[in-house]
């Protein structure tokens, strides 16, 4: 075939032939390598998440000031099905479920997913906390987090070492925010943009001089450039020393082009008011998040095969954090005036109105009415304190229980209701009135508001007597010098003890055996009597049924002997028919009588019935009798 | 006829009670002077005393209970008080002072309850009276009825009206006893308590410490005990619904009165 001269110049093509062929080959195999390791990964990665379960707690920031609120997030992963309890007992705190959002996420070929439970956290006082383990129930049994350190330093406290600086923790992406947290393309090439052009912040508010305790709505929106998928990683730390900022609810997403770029914005919405007058400054507010960059590809998987499996995207990204800050603001904190502040000016700082409403107007004597004082409108609900009674001369009063219902997400607007227990000392038929003050910020002046008294009719108990405490009352020794009466009144001498008592049982009269054996013996006494009855009428109608036989009898042996005149013949048969039962209306009565009378009030009555017409009468009578002994 | 009613009805209570330690009147005004000079302590110790005596095993005294109240409200424990308050008005709901002295307390407790449906009718007459009053005036209309039924005389005469009056009498009687029984406080009271450990009791979900928290219940809120599993019972108070240790909370009866 070839001559050896020729070897050495067909070996060298030969061979370069064939490991071009091998690289191509072991090229392809790499790469379906490459993708099969990426499909089993995620599988793994997938499977993992799904049969082990891990439950963790953290907290928005370990340490805050007096007035504002953090945040306890559960993560629960590997388990759909997990319950976690609706309040977390600390003394000190209150601790209550807000929501849950479902996380679903695959970063750098590993997917995850995790449930994460949040709970706002209120300090009720200050000092250092332990939230304890948190009981997660799930479908492979109960598991616990790890009990969690908390401080809540006074107002005096240090400022500004919250949120960011006090080691935010992870949170999820919120709910309603599905591109955040997915990986979605990421632009080519090794450049990324400069972190001013990817990711900013701004914030904004109505107002920058506002008054001490009024509620000012502000909106802090952070702009992230779309084509970079994003992690959110915490709250907002929006904190000042002097301000209250209100919780965040579920920010609001959005997109919007700006300077050529789409960017995707998160909005957080809250409310803010400053406890005392002066100047704050509101530093930069910042967000944590994590945002996933385009990395460099390594030599080798540049190929367009390659590229094509994976959809165009590239999978060697770079995961860097980023902290988003928006511009600092400052507020100008104006002091409430002193001047025409009224005597009912509790710290309600808006614009309200008023209305009252007695829920029980009849209560029962001694019973309290309910008196409910509504304050509707836009302010400072948490903060105001109650109106004032106004006419509550006779009523024993106690400190209102309130319930604030809003009707917007951060609780500036809504209803804040007051209810006055009140007890009647004298017989009342109208409630108090009450008198709520505020201070309006858009007009700079006090407003106050009345509710009028409300008609009711309540009494205090010294105006009820008892009527049944007569019964079974055993009186005192009258020797002891004590009321001789036996009756038991309600004492109109409130606070004073009774001086004489009643024996009442434990037992309802119903579980009483005496009861049942009354019950009992009343019934046989109904039945016996009801049986006597019946058998003392049955015998005395048995006794006239046989009077009344014999009757009958002597009657139709005096119709048949023919002894009588023809008069008495046709009395003695409307006797012996009407014993039978004929009916007076019946025609053989009125024939009988018919024939009687003219007999008897004119003529031939005194004499003997003809034979033909006395058989006919009994004839007639004798098939009444067979018509009535067959029926 | 009214007054003689009421003595019917004191033949047949003392005959179902029998008759009481004399002495007891003698505790009673005794415990009664020293809460009215102020001795609140020395009262409490003699009401208890007469409320353990062995003729209050199973009957008591609502006035000696709404004493032992005030004596226990005097001393500065709500909490007892609520409870003597109770036991006061679960033997006799009529006890006027003894449902304001209980508001007035709850309400510095913290708890508000709604008066039940029965209470505008207990305010006039105690179930005892509706029970036995609307007993005898059914077993009246029964008997009425089984003479114009089952007596030949009154047969005949065909008086519908009476007949009526009698049915009439019957049915209202015996409803009447019926409702007295049933809305009787007492018929319940078996399975009825207050929280009476100090603080806000904590309900869980299961009989352990560790359980998911339900809810929390203030001290003095009356339960319903659903079971009992060792020292866990489950109860129910409104809504809520959960476990607690039996230390926690007092039955509305007294034992004696219970066994």
Partial sequence: ?631 | MKRRFYHLLLIIGISFQGALHASIPNELNSANQSLSAGHPAEALTAYQSVLSSPDFSNVSAPEIWYNRGLAEEKSGDSLAASLSYRRALLLDPTLTPARTHLTSVLTLLGISEATPWSGPLFIRFHPDLLVLGGAVLGWLGALALVVLVFSGRYRKNKRPGLIGLALAALIFGHALSLLGAWADPRRLAGDQAIVSGKGEQTLRDTPADSAQAEGTLAPGSLITILSRNGAWWKISSGPKTGWIPSTAITTLLPPAAGS
Avoid at chain 1, 83 to 98: K, N
Avoid at chain 1, 386 to 409: E, M, Q, V
Wanted: contains cysteine.
């Fill in chain 1, 1 to 631: 075939m070839c001559s050896i001269s020729n070897r050495g110049r067909w070996i060298k093509p030969f061979m370069i032939g064939n490991i071009l062929k091998l690289m191509q080959v072991f090229k392809t195999a790499l790469i379906i390598l490459v993708a099969l390791w990426i499909f089993v990964g995620v599988m793994v990665s997938d499977c993992r998440a799904a049969g082990n379960t891990s439950v963790t707690a953290e907290l928005s920031r370990a340490e805050i000031n007096a007035g504002e609120m953090a945040e306890l997030q559960v993560h629960v992963s590997g388990a759909d099905n997990a319950r976690v309890p609706q309040e977390i007992q600390v003394d000190g705190l209150q601790i209550r479920l807000t929501g849950q959002s479902t996380q679903v996420q695959m970063v750098n070929f590993k997917v995850s997913s995790s449930v994460v439970y949040s709970y706002i956290v209120m300090p009720m006082s200050t000092g250092k906390f332990t939230i304890p383990s948190i009981p997660v129930r799930t479908d492979s049994g109960t598991m616990q987090t790890a009990p969690l350190s908390f401080t809540v330093l006074d107002s005096s406290g240090v400022a500004g070492q919250t949120g960011a600086g006090g080691g935010a923790v992870p949170v999820s992406p919120q709910p309603g925010m599905p591109g955040f947290a997915a990986p979605r393309q990421v632009p080519q090439g090794n450049a990324p943009p400069t972190e001013g052009r990817m990711a900013f912040g701004e914030i904004t508010t109505a107002k920058k001089k506002i008054y001490a305790g009024e509620m000012i709505p502000v909106e802090i929106s952070y702009y992230f450039d779309a084509r970079y998928p994003v992690q959110i990683l915490s709250n907002p730390d929006l904190a000042s020393e002097g301000l209250l900022v209100e919780r965040f609810p579920d920010p609001k997403q959005s997109r919007e082009d700006r300077d050529g770029i789409t960017y995707n914005i998160l909005t957080f919405h809250t409310l803010l008011s400053a406890v005392k007058p002066g100047s704050i400054d509101v530093p930069p507010v910042k967000l944590k998040t994590q945002i996933q960059m385009p990395g460099a590809v390594p030599p080798g998987f540049d190929n367009p095969v390659f590229q094509q499996m994976l959809g165009g995207q590239n999978p060697f990204t770079q995961t860097r954090e980023l902290m988003v800050k928006t511009p600092s603001l400052h507020f100008d904190i104006l002091p409430l005036p002193k001047e025409g502040r009224p005597a009912s000016f509790a710290g309600a700082v808006g614009e309200f109105d008023s209305d009252a409403v007695v829920a029980n107007p009849k209560p029962l004597p001694g019973d309290p009415a309910v008196l409910t004082v509504k304050i509707g409108g836009k302010g400072n609900f948490r903060a105001m304190g109650p109106p004032i009674l106004t006419d509550s001369d006779g009523w024993r009063t106690y400190p209102p229980a309130d319930k604030i219902d809003s009707s917007d997400a951060l609780s500036l607007e809504g209803v804040k209701s007051f209810d006055f227990t009140l007890i009647a000392q004298e017989k009342k038929t109208n409630s108090p009135g009450s008198e709520f003050s505020y201070f309006d910020p858009t007009t700079e002046k006090y407003v106050t508001l009345s509710t009028k008294p409300l008609p009711l009719k309540a009494s205090p108990l010294s105006d009820v007597v008892t009527p049944t405490a007569t019964a079974l009352s055993t009186p005192v020794q009258p020797s002891q010098g004590v009321n001789k009466s036996p009756a038991v009144t309600a004492n109109s001498n409130d606070g004073e003890p009774l001086s004489s008592f009643t024996v009442r049982s434990w037992k309802t009269p119903v579980q009483r055996a005496e009861f049942l054996i009354g019950s009992l013996a009343m019934l046989l006494a109904a039945v016996s009597l009801g049986g006597i009855l019946h058998f003392r009428d049955l015998q005395t109608r048995q006794g006239s049924v046989a009077e009344q036989r014999r009757r009958l009898t002597a009657l139709w042996a005096s119709l048949n002997s023919g002894t009588l005149d023809a008069a008495s013949t046709y009395d003695a048969a409307l006797e012996y028919a009407t014993l039978l039962g004929v009916s007076e209306s019946d025609e053989v009565i009125l024939w009988i009588t018919a024939r009687r009378d003219v007999l008897k009030y004119g003529v031939g009555g005194s004499v003997l019935l003809g034979s033909d017409e006395r058989s006919k009468l009994l004839e007639t009578l004798g098939k009444i009798s067979s018509n009535k002994a067959s029926s």
